[in-house]
């Protein structure tokens, strides 16, 4: 909102002649730079100032969150070509976000299996199980965690 009050914005949406046109320019440039944000957050893009991959899933997890509540809060009041946009940003960024967490659940969960062959097992078997067994099998992990640091 304070783009609007300042006077090359104002200035520009008097040479257009439709402030409505300018307000839909506005709001496609906010998605716009929300989802590029996002995605740069994702490591999809590179930093533009530094051209380094930069991966903090919460922060894009916000940006994406913050969309969503514009999708929900602009419902029935956008154009057919503001709707579209939002709904098509919001589709290619959770695409990117469930790549991303899959990606990293990957690298994560392969590295434990190279430092303890039996910590996979463990892991794979304590959310099948009752709560029980999954308590022991948290001692059982924190038994090898000793182990392995002694070892």
Do not use: C, W
Request: glycine share 6%.
């Amino acid at each position: 909102m304070a783009m609007m009050s300042d006077p090359h914005v104002a200035e520009a949406a008097s040479a257009s002649g439709n402030p409505e046109e300018m307000r839909s320019a506005l709001f496609a440039h906010m998605v716009i730079q929300q989802s590029s944000m996002a995605m740069m957050l994702l490591g999809k893009t590179p930093h533009p100032e530094t051209g380094k991959v930069v991966r903090d899933l919460e922060a894009a997890r916000l940006f994406i969150d913050q969309l969503e509540m514009l999708e929900f809060k602009t419902k029935g009041n956008l154009n057919q070509e503001e709707a579209a946009l939002l709904k098509q940003s919001l589709m290619s960024l959770r695409l990117a976000f469930v790549e991303a967490v899959d990606d990293s659940a990957s690298a994560t969960g392969s590295q434990p299996a190279h430092d303890s062959p039996q910590a996979g097992p463990a892991a794979a078997a304590g959310p099948a199980g009752a709560q029980a067994p999954a308590a022991t099998a948290s001692t059982e992990d924190e038994s090898r965690k000793k182990f392995t640091k002694k070892y």
